[in-house]
């Protein structure tokens, strides 16, 4: 700014001078022109001193300022060259023109004038021109890119790219995250019933076996074992480590699996992990959830829980019944207590309801009545998979008190103080009336389907029992602890044993001791199995549609699949059937069948007789349901892209098993 004043003062002071010699000499010659002619030289000689003066002044301060520009130029170069970071320039066609030492440090290959950018990173100059960066992974190393573009005189745009080695940084970062501690929850399934007949030398003999296989586990870790009680066991372990058991499928399930009780059954874990929590505390609070959920989806599996949900891994081998009935007596004592406090009594099972959920909610319901209060099985007999039994159940009605309820007039009738009871689901997307359940105060859930992520979670009675062979089975358990009220007629009864029918495949799979028990004690009411196989007649036009189905299956890596583009009311009962027919050809461990519907949706009915766990398969199309029995519904799928899914996810669950 100085050196601005003193020049431009020059110029105005040497424009004046002359101005002033012109004015002077205009003057003279006016009053004098001898003297004019007199002192004219000497104006002309120092208005030219002054104008070449000024000139002279004027190119060296043009010379200096060039010279400094110059100087700042190979500044910036060398700056530029010795910079601690990679530089590049490149072209609009990605090659290389220019760069410095670093760049060619870092990528001593690629640094080629002319080669090409490609070579580092494939990702457009429009996503490395930020401010921000964009981070890349290199030859096992990382760096974060920025840069700017500009326009050269040939109107051809290049592009100045930084490359900033972060290396250091992002390990520190990966090791930081891999030695986050997460805590394991691990509990032996069913641990009473797997030793009821073992002397106490087998006993301890196989306690040791689990205790050593778990010791090795945590041995091979940097974590930590205590033992809680004689069945439950809690760890730490770093994230490195749950990674590597992610990565195995949890082998240490199908270790366990190699421990033998009696030389008859085998050991079977249930294991929650609490993955991606912020705390050791919240870590727990995870592993809690997911080991509840392994529990309630059979066991035998590893649930692990993150903040965004949960993953599952095992869950090959059938569930070992217990032969205890006290949390079916408690759940009957809370029922009653529940039930005399309430003003009616609904109970009502899942969409397209089939008989053992109609037969669980009468058995139930009239169990209700026979201790004097108000109760109704909401179904829409409309779309009822179980008409046969309702309108027979109907028919021995006097007219006067219906059992059955339509779900609006429920959702109309339902008050603060009525009680929800919901069997032989626990979806609230399943459910027959979502508007009841939303509406209703009180709620209590019985079912025996494996646990599913979005399961009710406000009920004040979550009676889950994965284990029973039908929501029927569970709920003549409870009728046996409701005394005389739970002597309900020989009618009623029949619900019920039809329900267990169903789900057991007349007594076939899933059936334990107490599914005969709960099937005895039917019988002693009077549950004749004659007519409650005449519940499962079906008309001759769905037994040719059934055996079109069945005619139509291809097999697929042990899997019977079928398909059919055709619609009738009673699809929803021939496909369930078709795919337990297709249970009976050699060399099937599972079926899948499969058509639209009436809204355009295609549903699709998985079943196996144990060899394979459809539940896993159906999970995997957003459905779910048992390890023998599950189902699945595809919304915006054509039946040709609904064969493809379907395989794609049997492919996906003998990946998973390694």
């Known amino acids: 700014m100085k050196n601005y004043f003193r020049d431009g003062g020059l110029a105005v002071s040497v424009i004046a001078l002359i101005v002033l010699l012109l004015f002077m000499s205009v003057f003279t010659f006016m009053y004098s022109p001898d003297m004019f002619w007199i002192t004219a030289p000497f104006v002309v000689l120092i208005s030219g001193f002054a104008i070449g003066k000024l000139i002279q002044v004027t190119r060296r301060n043009f010379q200096y300022s060039a010279l400094i520009t110059d100087e700042i130029k190979s500044q910036n170069k060398t700056s530029l060259y010795s910079l601690p970071m990679g530089v590049a320039i490149t072209d609009s066609e990605r090659k290389i023109v220019w ?21 580092i990173s494939r990702l457009p100059l429009d996503k490395l021109m930020t401010e921000e960066g964009v981070d890349i992974r290199h030859n096992d190393r990382y760096y974060r890119v920025y840069g700017n573009a500009s326009a050269d005189r040939e109107e051809k745009n290049i592009f100045l790219i930084y490359f900033s080695d972060i290396t250091d940084y992002v390990n520190m970062q990966m090791e930081k995250k891999l030695s986050h501690p997460v805590v394991m929850l691990i509990k032996i399934d069913s641990f009473e019933e797997l030793f009821s007949s073992s002397l106490e030398s087998e006993t301890a003999h196989v306690t040791v076996q689990i205790d050593r296989l778990l010791e090795d586990f945590i041995a091979e870790t940097t974590g930590i074992l205590r033992k809680q009680s004689k069945d439950k066991f809690w760890a730490v372990v770093e994230e490195r480590h749950i ?53 309630g989806r059979g066991g035998d599996q590893a649930a692990i829980k993150t903040s965004s949900g949960f993953e599952f891994y095992g869950g090959v081998s059938k569930g070992i019944e217990r032969s205890s009935k006290v949390k079916a007596r408690i759940i009957a004592n809370q029922l009653i207590q529940l039930v005399e406090s309430s003003d009616r009594v609904y109970i009502m099972g899942h969409k397209f ?46 007219g006067k008190n219906s059992l059955f309820m339509a779900p609006a007039d429920a959702v109309d009738s339902i008050t603060d103080n009525s009680l929800l009871i919901i069997t032989d689901t626990h ?40 284990y029973a062979s039908s929501a029927s089975e569970m709920v003549t358990e409870i009728l046996g602890y409701f005394g ?25 799979i899933k059936t334990g001791v107490r599914t005969f028990e709960a099937a005895a004690f039917l019988r002693k009411l009077g549950a004749d199995t004659v007519n409650v196989k005449g519940l499962f007649a079906n008309s001759i036009e769905s037994y040719r549609q059934r055996a079109a ?40 461990d599972a079926s899948f069948v499969y058509y639209r519907s009436g809204n355009d949706e295609i549903y699709i009915s998985g079943r196996s007789l144990g060899a394979m766990n459809v539940q896993i398969v159906m999970e995997y199309l957003g459905g779910g349901g048992h390890q023998t029995m599950a189902g699945a519904q595809l919304k915006n799928a054509t039946v040709e892209e609904t064969g493809g899914r379907v395989r794609e996810a049997i492919d996906k669950y003998y990946e998973n098993l390694g």
Do not use: W
């Open 243 to 295: 990674a590597k058991l992610v990565e195995s499928k949890v082998k240490l399930l199908d270790r366990a699996r190699e421990i033998q009780v009696n030389d008859r059954m085998s050991v079977t874990l249930s294991i929650g992990i609490g993955r991606t929590a912020k705390t050791i505390s919240e870590s727990e609070d995870y592993a809690k959830q997911a080991l509840e959920m392994a529990q």
């Open 484 to 508: 005389n009220a739970g002597r309900i007629t020989a009618l009623q009864a029949e619900a019920l044993l039809a329900g267990i029918m169903l789900d057991t495949k007349n007594f076939t």
């Open 99 to 119: 760069f410095n030492k670093n760049f060619s440090d870092f990528f001593t290959e690629e640094a080629v004038y002319g080669g090409s950018l490609d070579l």
């Open 353 to 398: 309801s089939d008989l053992d959920s109609v037969g669980s909610s009468v058995g139930l319901a009239c169990a209700v009545r026979n201790l004097g209060y108000t109760a109704h099985v909401v179904v829409d007999s409309l779309a009822s998979l179980s008409t046969q039994l309702i309108d027979r159940i109907k028919t021995s009605e006097d």
């Open 427 to 466: 979806n609230p997307l399943m459910l027959e009336s979502a508007e009841l359940h939303q509406k209703a105060k009180q709620a209590v859930i019985i079912d025996h389907h494996r646990k599913t992520v979005n399961f009710i979670d406000n009920s004040i009675i979550f009676y889950h029992e994965p």
């Open 549 to 588: 189905l069945v005619s139509r299956a291809e097999i697929y890596k042990r899997c019977a699949i079928a398909s059919t583009t055709v619609f009738s009311p009673d699809m929803r009962l021939i496909a369930p059937q078709a795919a337990d027919e297709l249970l009976g050809i050699e060399n099937v």
